[in-house]
């Protein structure tokens, strides 16, 4: 029976950084969320001609928020399918992490953006040409931002000011290999801060293994990378175990630089991506009560089959840590919304919005699960995706078969001697 009408019923419906946790129903009709929460009875609406989804035992919640992830298929190296590896998973929006800058910008929205079911925001990379090619660990040596002519402010500022509805901050990759063996790092940095101040809009900032310190250094007068950032900007690729861990090695605990940033409402978003997350950082992490305000994959074409596979498995990584349910709906939920400057539309079911909607279930299961350099736990619960609509629409979930790949793991191990943070033993490789 086609309609434009359906029924939600009987989720627990998780919702607005978790002022609302109860069990009810979610009523649409035409696109637009009619009731949260209320019990339905399917009869007395729309003339009993509406569709009926059994949510029992699953988690209903606003469509979820992958905040890092990479977009631009055929352009650049990393892109992915957006729809196939993110929609088809229970993710309604994605924010695209600098694939494209000023130069590239304009095949992300025509060729990706308005060509996906999947709804796609970025962040504008401060190098005018984004991610085209350099700089792509795995595709080659060189860095976006080798040269400082491709680090233009005026391109960026402008670009984002007459693309408000699809730019929503800027990026920049603190790395020495993508800076010209680090020569360029603090100006890249300083021009990308310049930028996002300008627009007014967050800077997201990946930091691995960069010149630019994590705390500011007795007798050194530069910038630091969460130092310089504001309440608001985002700190990538929290839980990687390189360089420039948030984890001082020797005592095993986060820098006080990191606490009190967070504490500052500088937002900590995971970044899993291929080599950015490792058990052993978020252990410690977990047990100083540090949880990322956002979770997300950075997800791209080096990843899909491991480790990071999708958000679902980044979501119950932190499920197995011990974070609060109500801390990770949020962080895919509401955090991001915020983040992004969408409060008013996206991150939270509410009456009268469009509707975009996730139903996850939590199942028992038992898994090994690797991090980035091949370090694993066994994963004994997980988000699995039920259902999603996109703008009023349902589209079908595909199920991951690929899970957990030994190969991936083994790949991951080669790295595993460059970590600063890490297990005692170095995990088993083929
Ligand atoms: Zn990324």
Redesign the pocket.
Known sequence: MATDSFIIKNGRIINNNSVVDMIGDVYVRKNEIISVGVPINTDCHDNGNVAVFDASQCLILSGLIDL?V?AYEYATPLGINIDKYCLARGVTTVVD?GSSGACTFPGLKKFIAERSETRLLCFLHIASHGLAAAGCSGFGAGGECDHLNQVDVNACTTTIAANQDAIVGVKVRLSADVADNGKHEEEVYRRALTAARKCNVPLMV?HTMSTIPVQDLAGRNGLSCPGNLDAGDVYTHTFHGYASSIIDPVSKTVLPAIHNAQKRGVIFDV?H?QGSFSWTAAEIGAKENFWPDTIST?M?SGNIHGPVYDLNLVMSRFLHLGMPLSKIISAVTSTPARVIGRTKTLGSLEVGREADITVLKIVDCDIILEDCQGQVRNIKKRFHPVAVWKSGRMFPIVNIDNCPNEKSRCNGVNEWDKLKVKDENKPSSL
Request: glycine residues 24%; without cysteine; aromatic residues 0%.
């Open positions: 890092h990479h992490a990946h970044g991506g950075d791209h």
